[in-house]
């Protein structure tokens, strides 16, 4: 028997209390069998032998002076209690594994939100990861540029130096030429004086 399911002894021990409550005491096998609607014997039987030794022990309890009629029907009751506990038993176990079914709904709905979630921040993250990269990117331009400018702005100010001092060396030559021009000048008035002398005494 210790092959067969709960749900098949369940099942047969309530054949036999249902025979015992329609006024069969003494349930056989093939009865239960009939009952069942089919089945077999060998799986019938050892749970049979253990229902009638339950039976004979609930009898042995009760009191010896009680008529047939009435042992017959509290045995029948007793029988029905047995099927109504056991019903009772399946309805919470069926009870604790809806409620079980419902916990793992659940907790797989927690899970795939938590996985959407983390396969959100790693989306996110990836983004950051390239802005950095850019960033890192365009400051080692910017360093490149800084270097390459470094040289650039050395020779402008060379250069700004060296016009400043041509410009100086410009305005030194201007004020010369003018100098030497203002000179000529006198020179030349003085020269035509001269001529002008000279014409006068050669007359």
Not at 2 to 13: A, W
Not at 39 to 64: K, N
Not at 131 to 147: G, H, I, K, Y
Not at 159 to 184: D, F, I, P, S, V
């Amino acid at each position: 028997m210790s092959t067969l399911s709960p749900d098949t002894v369940r099942r047969i021990e309530d054949a036999a209390a249902a025979l015992i409550a329609a006024g069969t005491p003494n349930p056989t096998n093939e009865q239960v069998r009939q009952h069942l609607g089919g089945g077999s014997l060998s799986h019938i039987s050892p749970v049979m032998r253990d229902f009638r030794a339950r039976q004979r022990a609930l009898a042995a309890e009760q009191t010896p002076a009680l008529p047939a009629e009435l042992m017959q029907l509290l045995t029948g009751q007793l029988g029905l209690l047995w099927q109504a506990a056991v019903r009772q038993a399946d309805a919470e176990t069926l009870a604790a594994r809806e409620q079980a079914d419902a916990d793992t709904e659940q907790a797989d709905r927690e899970r795939d939100e938590a996985l959407a979630k983390v396969a959100a921040l790693e989306s996110e993250l990836a983004v950051l990861r390239e802005v950095v990269a850019e960033r890192d990117r365009l400051l080692q331009e910017v360093r490149e540029l800084r270097d390459e400018a470094l040289p650039l702005r050395e020779q402008v100010a060379r250069l700004t130096a060296t016009g400043e001092h041509q410009a100086a060396q410009l305005k030194e030559t201007k004020a010369e030429l003018k100098g030497a021009r203002e000179e000529n000048r006198a020179l030349q008035a003085e020269l035509l004086t001269l001529a002008r002398q000279d014409g006068k005494v050669k007359k």
